[in-house]
């Protein structure tokens, strides 16, 4: 049998099988490059984590790349000499990995040789070199008398996030639009580590981004169980997906909202912000918070779904989805607002591979990426997901994608709830008096409404958390908007960017 340091990799399943960190093969980087070049020249494989820890005075590079063909997640990685600060870049021949070895280089001070854009991502206030300052950030420009520059940003109109914008234009035409975040990074990930309590960690993960409050609590509830060797039981699993599916439609019909009143139709905007409503107002009824926030905790929950509240939001669906899809009807047959809609902010699926896009943004250019169906958690594990795939990739796709996740969603719930109501015993109260395994990494991930949430941990000799690592999908995505208005009208920006609607907070962390 190959020892570890022939193996090429091991392959886990989601959320599902703890390692020793022992058993992560180690390669050369020669090696660990070459394997990875072959693995994510497969369209089905991406690269869902790849981060370095510290390891007796050295640094190690795990990498995560998750196979949608087999439902398997491959983890290997590389080990940096004492006196090597420099790699060769991976990144012209796979685009996915630029914003990794960016964040990699920014945190650890490892230089990427060949690298065509390693220029800082959040700017914490921890990374080695401070000399770059965000007031500084070097964009890209082209000398030219033809054209000019518009920046748009930090500060936004309304309650956005901070983030700045800057477009190279000829006339009214965009050539290129760099994205620059980073004004609000909070070391969340540092916290993971220094908040022990269990309770804490449970309440900064709903806090990462505001508008996935599930989606990220249940991505770290699921790799602490996963660390502590703990199996929910399959009513408290059906419980948290149907909470999960809550926020996808809430989240979706808001950003059908957003859409429309970007081109001006009042109408679509008003009936889908009250809808939207009726669907956060069902998850207050149900845990007292209408964004879930204390739903989603380690071993059990607080608000244990009732007959009552799953008959609410059974009543609330039987009402809302119908109207949604009345107003969805008038949204998508309206020549003035279809005509805004299509060949605008066009992503193809060849550019949503290359970088590595994942959730509604692959999805809606024709790239089938869905944790639920390809690298299933919780009660997905047994039941089927009818994924919805758009093929055009513009800004008519991106809405579309959300009307029929919707209908999905809906129909998801209503399984779920008969499946819940058959499932015997009692879901228990949360239990945050565990153990988590030594010298153990683990993963988790979740498929939010924009798409693949990936939680990763190592613990130490004790038991320890001692690296922590988020992923939200933003962290793919926001390379797509700079793609999709290429070419466009400068005044398309607004709706080319409420269509994929990412996080500024979630990428900042």
């Given at each position: 049998?190959?020892?570890?340091?022939?193996?090429?990799?091991?392959?886990?399943?989601?959320?599902f099988?703890?390692?020793?960190?022992?058993?992560?093969?180690?390669?050369?980087?020669?090696?660990?490059?070459?394997?990875?070049?072959?693995?994510?020249?497969?369209?089905?494989?991406?690269?869902?984590?790849?981060?370095?820890?510290s390891?007796?005075?050295?640094?190690?590079?795990?990498?995560?790349?998750?196979?949608?063909?087999?439902?398997?997640?491959?983890v290997?990685?590389?080990?940096?000499?004492?006196?090597?600060?420099?790699?060769?870049?991976?990144?012209?021949?796979l685009?996915?990995?630029?914003?990794?070895?960016?964040?990699?280089?920014?945190?650890?001070?490892?230089?990427?040789?060949?690298?065509?854009?390693?220029?800082?991502?959040?700017?914490?206030?921890n990374?080695?070199?401070?000399?770059?300052?965000?007031?500084?950030?070097?964009?890209?420009?082209?000398?030219?008398?033809?054209?000019?520059e518009?920046?748009?940003?930090?500060?936004?109109?309304?309650?956005?996030?901070?983030?700045h914008?800057?477009?190279?234009?000829?006339?009214?035409?965009?050539?290129?639009?760099?994205?620059?975040?980073?004004?609000?990074?909070?070391?969340?990930?540092?916290?993971?580590i220094?908040?022990?309590?269990?309770?804490?960690?449970?309440?900064?993960?709903?806090?990462?981004?505001?508008?996935?409050?599930?989606?990220?609590?249940?991505?770290?509830?699921?790799?602490?169980?996963?660390?502590?060797?703990?199996?929910?039981?399959?009513?408290?699993?059906?419980?948290?997906?149907?909470?999960?599916?809550?926020?996808?439609?809430?989240?979706?019909?808001?950003?059908?909202?957003?859409?429309?009143?970007?081109?001006?139709?009042?109408?679509?905007?008003?009936?889908?912000?009250?809808?939207?409503?009726?669907?956060?107002?069902?998850?207050?009824?149900?845990c007292?918070?209408?964004?879930?926030?204390?739903l989603?905790?380690?071993?059990?929950?607080?608000?244990p779904?009732?007959?009552?509240?799953?008959?609410?939001?059974?009543?609330?669906l039987?009402?809302s989805?119908?109207?949604?899809?009345?107003?969805?009807?008038?949204?998508?047959?309206?020549?003035?607002?279809?005509?805004?809609?299509?060949?605008?902010?066009?992503?193809?699926?060849?550019?949503?591979?290359?970088?590595?896009?994942?959730?509604?943004?692959?999805?809606?250019?024709?790239?089938l990426?869905?944790i639920?169906?390809?690298?299933?958690?919780?009660?997905?594990?047994?039941y089927?997901?009818?994924?919805?795939?758009?093929?055009?990739?513009?800004?008519?796709?991106?809405?579309l994608?959300?009307?029929?996740?919707?209908?999905?969603?809906?129909?998801?719930?209503?399984?779920?709830?008969?499946?819940?109501?058959?499932?015997?015993g009692?879901?228990?109260?949360?239990d945050?008096?565990?153990?988590?395994?030594?010298?153990?990494?683990?993963?988790?991930?979740?498929?939010g409404?924009?798409?693949?949430?990936?939680?990763?941990?190592?613990?130490g000799?004790?038991?320890?958390?001692?690296?922590?690592?988020?992923?939200?999908?933003?962290?793919?995505?926001?390379?797509?908007?700079?793609?999709?208005?290429?070419?466009q009208?400068?005044?398309?920006?607004?709706l080319?960017?409420?269509?994929?609607?990412?996080?500024?907070?979630?990428h900042?962390?």
């Amino acid at each position: 049998m190959k020892s570890m340091m022939e193996k090429e990799y091991i392959e886990i399943k989601n959320n599902f099988m703890p390692v020793n960190i022992s058993e992560i093969p180690v390669h050369s980087y020669e090696k660990f490059s070459s394997l990875v070049s072959y693995l994510l020249r497969n369209e089905s494989n991406h690269c869902t984590a790849y981060f370095p820890v510290s390891e007796k005075g050295k640094q190690r590079f795990i990498i995560c790349i998750a196979d949608d063909s087999n439902k398997n997640i491959r983890v290997f990685s590389h080990i940096t000499a004492d006196d090597n600060n420099s790699l060769k870049s991976l990144s012209e021949e796979l685009p996915q990995l630029h914003i990794f070895e960016r964040e990699i280089h920014e945190n650890s001070g490892i230089f990427f040789e060949g690298h065509p854009w390693l220029k800082p991502v959040r700017f914490p206030h921890n990374r080695p070199d401070k000399t770059g300052t965000i007031e500084g950030y070097p964009f890209y420009n082209i000398d030219s008398e033809e054209l000019h520059e518009v920046g748009v940003g930090p500060v936004h109109a309304g309650v956005i996030e901070p983030g700045h914008f800057r477009f190279i234009c000829n006339g009214e035409k965009v050539l290129h639009l760099e994205i620059q975040l980073g004004y609000q990074h909070r070391g969340v990930e540092q916290l993971f580590i220094e908040n022990e309590a269990p309770l804490q960690r449970s309440i900064l993960a709903e806090n990462i981004a505001g508008d996935t409050v599930t989606g990220h609590a249940l991505a770290h509830v699921q790799l602490i169980e996963s660390l502590a060797g703990i199996d929910a039981g399959e009513k408290l699993q059906a419980e948290r997906c149907i909470a999960l599916e809550l926020e996808r439609i809430a989240v979706h019909i808001g950003d059908t909202a957003a859409l429309c009143g970007d081109v001006a139709y009042q109408f679509g905007q008003v009936v889908c912000e009250a809808l939207r409503t009726t669907i956060i107002n069902t998850t207050q009824f149900w845990c007292g918070n209408r964004f879930g926030k204390g739903l989603i905790r380690p071993c059990g929950t607080n608000f244990p779904l009732t007959v009552q509240a799953a008959d609410e939001i059974l009543k609330v669906l039987s009402v809302s989805i119908p109207r949604y899809e009345e107003v969805a009807d008038r949204i998508f047959t309206l020549p003035s607002l279809l005509a805004r809609f299509e060949d605008i902010g066009t992503v193809t699926k060849k550019q949503v591979s290359d970088i590595g896009a994942v959730g509604m943004a692959a999805r809606s250019s024709g790239l089938l990426r869905d944790i639920r169906s390809t690298h299933p958690f919780q009660i997905f594990r047994h039941y089927e997901i009818n994924t919805v795939v758009h093929q055009t990739g513009d800004v008519l796709a991106r809405a579309l994608q959300r009307k029929d996740e919707i209908r999905e969603s809906a129909r998801i719930i209503r399984d779920l709830i008969d499946v819940w109501k058959n499932l015997d015993g009692d879901v228990s109260k949360p239990d945050y008096n565990f153990n988590l395994k030594p010298d153990t990494f683990a993963i988790s991930l979740t498929e939010g409404w924009r798409g693949e949430i990936c939680h990763t941990a190592i613990t130490g000799k004790d038991g320890k958390i001692v690296h922590y690592k988020i992923k939200d999908p933003s962290f793919h995505n926001w390379m797509a908007l700079a793609l999709a208005v290429r070419n466009q009208e400068i005044s398309d920006f607004p709706l080319c960017n409420k269509s994929y609607n990412l996080s500024y907070c979630g990428h900042d962390l």
